[in-house]
């Protein structure tokens, strides 16, 4: 599904990532761990497209993604890849069933399917009664499952996340996280996911141990 291959990354004269190989098959859940600095965010945004390595290649499904042009880059995206961030990232001044309709109309989608599929992952989530409320409106449990149900408008098959429990209490968490295993479930997604909390980083397919820029082999 996902191959890295020889990622190297520099930030001026810090080298971030000192050779990276990584291969993340369908349907797999992945965490990624390490101690703060690791390089676990600079990876992840290599591996979603959103930042380019200085050397080294990222294939999807076969295709190298560093042969693309921007605009070509960015659609490829917006319909293959869902990003989960640690801070939500929701718009303010839109409703919960506004924000998770956005990633479809920047692919084209209709604003009635649009509608349609937003309101369909809300209720899967659990969110209908909470579809027409402001992100201060809601939980920091809710706003997380808004950005999840976001990252999944287009049916990406794989979808990114960098801490997203990191700001939830322990209950919050535990149902984001089941989450995610009744969506590989249901709809076979793939997921790579940052985090530094062992609970789920116990209960995913396989855990990768980044130490310094390097994958520790254990
Ligand atoms: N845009 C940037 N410019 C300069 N340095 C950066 C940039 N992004 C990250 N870094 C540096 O790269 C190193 C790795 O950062 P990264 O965010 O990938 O770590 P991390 O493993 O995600 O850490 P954390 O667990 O704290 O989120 C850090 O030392 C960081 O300061
Ligand atoms: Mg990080």
């Avoid at 190297?8 to 971030?16: A, E, H, I, R, W």
């Amino acid at each position: 599904m996902i191959r890295l291959e020889g990622i190297t990354k520099s930030f001026g004269s810090l080298q971030v990532l000192k050779g990276i190989d990584l291969e993340i098959n369908k349907g797999e859940i992945v965490s990624i761990v390490g101690p703060s600095g690791a390089g676990k965010t600079t990876l992840l945004q290599i591996m979603g497209t959103l930042d380019e390595p200085d050397a080294g290649t990222v294939e999807f499904d076969g295709t190298v993604v560093s042969w693309m042009k921007e605009k070509e880059l960015s659609a490829f995206r917006n319909k293959n890849i869902g990003f989960v961030f640690q801070f939500h990232q929701l718009l303010p001044e839109f409703t919960a069933l506004e924000n998770v309709m956005i990633p479809a109309f920047i692919a084209g989608v209709s604003s009635k399917e649009a509608n349609e599929r937003a309101l369909e992952i809300l209720e899967f989530m659990g969110l209908t009664e909470r579809a027409s409320h402001k992100p201060n409106e809601l939980s920091g449990g809710e706003k997380q499952r808004v950005a999840v149900a976001r990252a999944l408008i287009n049916h990406p098959a794989v979808i990114l996340a960098d801490e997203p429990s990191g700001s939830l209490d322990t209950h919050n968490k535990e149902e984001l996280h089941q989450l995610f295993f009744d969506l590989r479930e249901r709809l076979g997604q793939t997921f790579v996911i940052v985090t530094h909390d062992d609970n789920l980083s116990k209960i995913t397919d396989r855990t990768v141990n980044m130490v310094d820029g390097m994958i520790k082999k254990v």
